[in-house]
């Protein structure tokens, strides 16, 4: 691939060290699609893909003065942020890219909680997040963090006070039934994505990866709908793909 016609991508995330989940997977994953992803650490997690122990959170100066060191290098026009400590953090992180790179679209996977049962999110700063998501362009909740967002009754508005181009993924893979569905509203459209539900236990980091194929996928031109589509198959193939609990698709 030629240097001039790379497509470069930027993840805000949690180092895991296990390469399941966080900045290493995303990296992994956009790399798939030969898209070049450039990392910023906010949090040096303790953790395996069983076991949670510790976020170790990145305080804000360490997680700027990453960003700016990136950005003195490249004007990042596509960025996937993860794991983040506070609604307060994930403000700084978007106005920091909007205002380095306005147009940049912009996709964040929150994660309410890890999968061995630590919790992130604070009750006290629901309220904060709202807001933040006006200058989000694609937010990836699974069934828990759309409830906890609140973004259940935007829906219902039609997610007038986030603006007519913010758009969620409903992740399915929560879900119960023989089919694990994705709800994408996008532009007053509903788009349903479908596989089968596979049995198992299933895989660590699967929001991380699946946002990251998003992202890369609308780095090479493909409309929001489109790159859905592409990384749903993609995570079918991923479901199935590496030993236990992690993926693995070269």
Same mark, same amino acid.
């Given at each position: 691939?030629?240097? @001039? ?7 805000v ?32 997690t ?11 959170? #990145?305080?804000?100066? +360490?997680?700027?003065?990453? =960003? ?5 290098k ?16 994930l403000?700084?992180? #978007? ?38 998501m006006?200058?989000?362009? $694609? #937010? ?12 259940? =009754? ?7 006070? =986030? ?6 993924? =409903? ?12 709800? $994408? ?5 509903l788009c @349903? ?9 299933g895989?660590?980091?699967?929001g ?11 780095? $090479? ?23 236990? +609990?992690?993926?693995? $698709?070269?």
């Amino acid at each position: 691939m030629s240097c @001039k016609k790379m497509k470069y991508a930027l993840t805000v995330a949690g180092f895991d060290g296990s390469a399941g989940a966080g900045l290493l997977a995303d990296i992994k994953t956009m790399a798939h699609f030969g898209v070049y992803g450039q990392a910023v650490c906010t949090a040096l997690t303790e953790q395996n893909e069983d076991e949670f122990v510790a976020p170790g959170w #990145v305080i804000w100066d +360490r997680i700027e003065a990453q =960003l700016a060191t990136l950005y003195k290098k490249h004007k990042f026009n596509y960025v996937k942020i993860g794991l983040v400590e506070k609604a307060k953090i994930l403000k700084r992180i #978007v106005e920091f890219v909007r205002n380095e790179s306005p147009n940049a679209f912009i996709v964040w996977d929150p994660i309410a909680s890890a999968s061995a049962g630590f919790h992130f999110m604070r009750d006290a700063e629901l309220d904060e997040f709202l807001p933040v998501m006006k200058s989000i362009d $694609l #937010v990836t909740p699974n069934q828990d963090e759309f409830a906890y967002l609140g973004l259940g =009754l935007a829906a219902s508005r039609g997610y007038v006070e =986030l603006g007519k181009d913010f758009a969620v993924l =409903l992740k399915g893979g929560h879900a119960r039934g023989k089919e694990s569905i994705d709800t $994408l509203w996008y532009k007053d459209e509903l788009c @349903k994505f479908r596989s089968p539900r596979l049995p198992g236990k299933g895989k660590h980091g699967t929001g991380c990866v699946l946002s990251s194929a998003i992202l890369a996928n609308v780095a $090479l031109g493909h409309d929001l709908p489109e790159a859905c589509q592409i990384a749903k198959n993609y995570m079918d193939e991923f479901l199935q793909s590496g030993e236990g +609990r992690l993926g693995f $698709l070269v």
